[in-house]
């Protein structure tokens, strides 16, 4: 771990931060605890919830100030995403593709056009985004992606088709990753273009119906010979795309990492609550040492997950490249709340198996955070590569 004690810190101030926070922690305890049921059964988050969340700012998280959002450092926004894995993370995903990478590319390699035109509405919640990377056959390989933008004059007529995309159904706008530059494969070929979902030729297809994270909403994006003018490309250079969104993805895989460590820290308190209380053989369940060791194995690598994205936010805040701490977080993490919250499962028994009780809803939720942004293999191959990169200097 790196010196706690010096860190650079952008962000808002300490009293500011501490006061969100503390709203957050309420909105989430009063307001969306309550409706963890009603959003799993009806696969829906109410639009009342929706415009509670713009009016605490929530889709301006991550968005600079003067763009109109907070502009939170990356440690106060893991704090707040960990506030949020407190409960369904339905409720987090109606704003997270906003502040993650729906923003994020524009604010990090937009022109100061693309930044003035979008950053505000989307920091208000007018403008909801969504990212589309993801298609039929291109998943973890993502470079293959085959959606082509073919230049005509000074636009580009987008045509492909991208799947699993998070909040489409909602989406004011998507950030589409398409093969712009024909002579160049893979990665060096794709461009980040900001499309307005309501322009001709695009539909979405059904909501997917999913195992968990009822009322996070996906679907595909298809796109039919969709015009897109040259300058809403990112940063305005072609093919750079797919760098912008592996930049934006370190500071992406540090937030689910950090949603991963507040998951758990419910499970565990809801097992241990259940533990006291539970009676078998005459005596607590909690007094038992089989229990004990599973309540204790989850305390420990929650710490530790919690421990690895305090640090690796401090380094990014310090402008070391986090590729592989990111991973790392994002792996061990993800990893983690699924033994913790099948751990929660069996302490629970035959109770934790039942709908009532809602721990089978976490377990089912939390299987999400091991496949997407990555999954724990592509998350290892980032790893090793980075380590064999940073052994040969
Ligand atoms: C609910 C949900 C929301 C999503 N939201 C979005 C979104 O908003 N935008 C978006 O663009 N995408 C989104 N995705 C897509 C997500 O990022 C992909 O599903 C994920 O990257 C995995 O791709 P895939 O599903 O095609 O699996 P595949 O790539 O087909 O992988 C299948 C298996 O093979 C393994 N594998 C693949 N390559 C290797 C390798 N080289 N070595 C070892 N193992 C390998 C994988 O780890 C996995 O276990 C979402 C997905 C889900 C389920």
Redesign the pocket.
């Known amino acids: 771990m790196k010196d706690q004690q010096t860190p650079p810190r952008p962000g808002v101030d300490d009293e500011t931060f501490a006061g969100l926070l503390a709203q957050v922690e309420r909105f989430v305890s009063e307001r969306l605890v309550p409706l963890e049921r009603q959003v799993d059964e009806n696969d829906e988050v109410p639009g009342e919830i929706v415009e509670e969340m713009r009016e605490l700012g929530l889709f301006g998280l991550s968005i600079p100030q003067e763009y109109g959002g907070i502009g939170l450092s990356v440690g106060q926004e893991a704090e707040i995403a960990k506030a949020f894995g407190w409960t369904s993370p339905a409720f987090r995903s109606v704003f997270g593709?906003t502040i993650g990478?729906g923003s994020q590319g524009i604010v990090m390699d937009g022109t100061p056009e693309q930044k003035q035109e979008f950053l505000p509405r989307m920091a208000t919640g007018e403008l909801i985004g969504?990212?589309?990377?993801?298609e039929p056959e291109?998943?973890?390989?993502?470079a293959s992606l085959r959606t082509t933008a073919l230049r005509e004059g000074d636009r580009y007529l987008l045509n492909g088709t991208?799947?699993?995309?998070?909040?489409?159904p909602r989406a004011g706008v998507f950030t589409v990753?398409a093969r712009s530059e024909m002579g160049e494969p893979g990665a060096r070929g794709i461009s980040a273009f900001i499309v307005d979902a309501d322009w001709p030729g695009i539909s979405l297809g059904k909501p997917?119906r999913?195992m968990g994270?009822k009322g996070?909403l996906?679907s595909d994006v298809v796109f039919d010979n969709v015009e897109v003018p040259a300058e809403r490309i990112i940063g305005g250079h072609p093919g750079r795309g797919f760098v912008t969104a592996m930049k934006v993805l370190d500071r992406g895989r540090l937030h689910i990492a950090a949603l991963c460590t507040g998951t758990a820290r419910r499970l565990i308190s809801e097992a241990l609550a259940y533990s006291a209380g539970r009676k078998q053989f005459g005596r607590p369940i909690g007094e038992f040492q089989l229990i004990q060791a599973m309540l204790a194995d989850s305390e420990a690598e929650c710490y530790a997950a919690e421990c690895m994205v305090a640090d690796a936010a401090w380094r990014y805040e310090a402008g070391e490249d986090i590729t592989q701490e990111a991973s790392c977080c994002k792996m061990y993490a993800s990893e983690m709340v699924g033994r913790v919250a099948d751990r929660a499962v069996q302490i629970f028994g035959g109770a934790g198996y039942m709908a009532e009780y809602g721990i089978e809803r976490f377990y089912r939720d939390v299987r999400?955070f091991r496949?997407?942004?990555?999954?724990?293999?592509?998350q290892?191959?980032i790893i090793a590569r980075e380590m064999r990169k940073r052994q040969s200097g």
């Not at 799947?163 to 489409?168: C, D, E, L, Q, V």
């Open positions: 593709s990478i969504s990212f589309c990377l993801t291109a998943g973890s390989d993502a991208k799947r699993f995309i998070t909040n489409a990753m997917d999913k994270q996070a996906t999400l496949l997407y942004e990555g999954t724990t293999q592509i290892q191959l």
